[in-house]
């Protein structure tokens, strides 16, 4: 199902979620993480030793909760892909650069509380192996 243009706008300006996944006992598991759409497809990031990472690969559900200050929110049932093939580092690289997109240096990007160059955000990628989630959803709703 495609976002409609009410959520792609609400998801626009805001960029923290919960990603609540399943773990093999069937109960549910939330962790906060930061979410953008590029290139019309809404993606996370991780790496592949998480728990997320994990119960996505073995029953790939996932429920997005997207909040913004006050009483808006956004739910998003879905399932994930994880993309995790030799471009990772370059897909990472998008969506952070789309999550940081109101920057002013667009030289650098922000990793771990600190401005690193293109270069070496791209080479921390590869170092932490880290891999996008790819959200289909299937279900949206909520107060937007």
């Known amino acids: 199902m495609e976002l409609s243009d009410k959520a792609r706008a609400f998801l626009e300006k805001t960029r923290g979620a919960a990603m609540i996944t399943l773990r093999r006992d069937g109960t549910p598991h939330a962790v906060r993480v930061g979410i953008a759409v590029v290139d019309g497809k809404l993606w996370s990031s991780g790496v592949p030793g998480r728990l997320r990472t994990r119960s996505v690969q073995r029953d790939p559900r996932s429920t997005l909760f997207v909040w913004e200050q006050g009483f808006g929110y956004l739910t998003l049932e879905c ?24 920057r002013e240096d667009k030289s650098t990007l922000m990793w771990n509380g600190k401005p690193l160059s293109r270069e070496d955000f791209l080479q921390a990628m590869k170092d932490e192996q880290r891999l996008i989630y790819e959200f289909d959803v299937q279900r949206e709703y909520g107060m937007y």
């Open 79 to 102: 399932t994930v892909r994880i993309l995790d093939g030799p471009d990772a580092a370059e897909q990472s690289l998008r969506l952070f650069d789309a999550m940081q997109a109101g």
